[in-house]
């Protein structure tokens, strides 16, 4: 279940100075509060994955554009994306192979997510507001 990989993003952590603010909550799962944000690291075998939680559902009025607005945004999360969870929420995450993980890279993992989620929350529990008639 990720052993290696686990260890790899615990000395990464001691590396960088902040074991002290993650929280490991399974053998192979972290997280740590930035901003508005609460990023989860995943280590798995082959990967690293950075995860946060920026919705809990899609607007009930016009959840097409909404879904189109943020494919579109896809494009500028440097290498993060936005997903749509079984449960309805939208998350934004971001995979790197564990081979290329190092103190830099992992740090740009976690801050990125973090920096696109504290955004993108906001953005959005705005345009989940119900809006009055026009």
Same mark, same amino acid.
């Given at each position: ?37 609460? =990023?989860?690291?995943?280590?798995? &075998? ?5 995860? %946060?939680? $920026? /919705?809990?559902? +899609?607007? !009930? ?36 192979? =564990?081979?290329?993980?190092?103190? &830099? ?5 976690? %801050?990125? $997510? /973090?920096?696109? +989620?504290? !955004? ?15």
């Amino acid at each position: 279940m990720g052993r290696d990989s686990a260890a790899r993003v615990e000395e990464l952590f001691a590396t960088l100075g902040i074991a002290d603010k993650v929280s490991r909550v399974a053998p192979n799962v972290w997280t740590l509060e930035k901003g508005s944000a609460l =990023v989860q690291v995943v280590a798995a &075998p082959d990967f690293v994955v950075a995860t %946060a939680k $920026v /919705a809990e559902r +899609a607007p !009930a009025d016009g959840r097409e554009a909404f879904y189109a607005r943020l494919l579109a945004a896809n494009q500028t999360l440097l290498g993060a994306f936005f997903t749509l969870e079984n449960d309805g929420s939208i998350r934004i995450n971001q995979v790197v192979p =564990v081979d290329w993980l190092d103190p &830099p890279e992992l740090a740009f993992l976690v %801050a990125n $997510v /973090a920096s696109q +989620a504290d !955004a993108w929350d906001d953005k959005l529990r705005v345009d989940d507001k119900p809006r009055p008639p026009e």
